[in-house]
């Protein structure tokens, strides 16, 4: 039951933090830049939004945003946190349906326990995967954003990515965790029959050998 416990709250954490990805790659409030003086951005109420598809400025009275699609022309900071930011969200999918397949409630056809415990290390290895690609990502735009403007404060963009990439780490290590664990318990196809009559121990992979010694 614990183990159930441990696997279904890192799987709640890890599909809580790919909704987090995916929300941070699909809106443009990453970091909030100046091209003036910071006073003077503050008194006018006009910043600057900048995220990985668009830039922005937003003031009172206008929202206005410029598509980023000279895809050549675009610097490396913001061409790598868009291709790491997309492989992210493409690996939550795969990651979500092995865990799920690999719970108890969830029985395929010619299951065993050892099929279920690689498929949700796979899933918990994707989920970390996708926590590398987003702290990289959310790291590495503010710097170089700051490097070509006037860096004023961060956006939810870039929050909902870190704590995105924060779920996914914590919830795919809470799934390895519970399975590294569980290896070590033995499953029914390595347990042993007693026979009382004999007073030996018989394996119980050939069913004829226990309905035989069943019968006695």
């Known amino acids: 039951m614990a183990h159930m416990c441990r696997q279904l709250t890192g799987s709640a954490a890890s599909c809580a933090g790919w909704v987090g990805v995916i929300v941070a790659t699909a809106t443009n409030d ?7 003086k910071m006073a003077t951005c503050v008194r006018m109420e006009e910043l600057g939004s900048r995220g990985l598809w ?5 003031s009172p009275a206008l929202y206005h945003c410029v598509a980023l699609d000279q895809i050549l022309t675009l610097p490396a900071y913001v061409q790598t946190s868009r291709a790491l930011m997309i492989c992210a969200c493409l690996m939550g999918l795969p990651a979500i349906l092995l865990v799920l397949m690999s719970t108890p409630c969830v029985r395929l056809q010619n299951d065993t326990s050892a099929i279920k415990t690689r498929r949700a290390r796979v899933g918990g290895v994707l989920f970390i995967l996708m926590a590398v690609c987003g702290i990289i990502s959310t790291v590495w735009f503010p710097i170089g954003a700051h490097q070509n403007k006037s ?4 956006g939810f963009s870039l929050y909902a990515g870190w704590v995105g990439s ?3 780490l914590v919830g795919g290590s809470m799934i390895l965790c519970c399975h590294s664990t569980d290896s070590w318990i033995p499953s029914r196809d390595s347990s042993f029959y007693y026979s009382r009559k004999r007073g030996t121990a ?11 010694s069943a019968q006695v």
């Open 202 to 212: 018989t394996s119980v992979d050939r069913p004829a050998n226990h309905a035989k």
């Open 54 to 58: 668009a830039e922005c400025v937003i």
């Open 166 to 168: 924060a779920l996914c």
């Open 151 to 154: 860096l004023m404060s961060f």
């Open 30 to 36: 990453w970091v909030r830049t100046c091209d003036y």
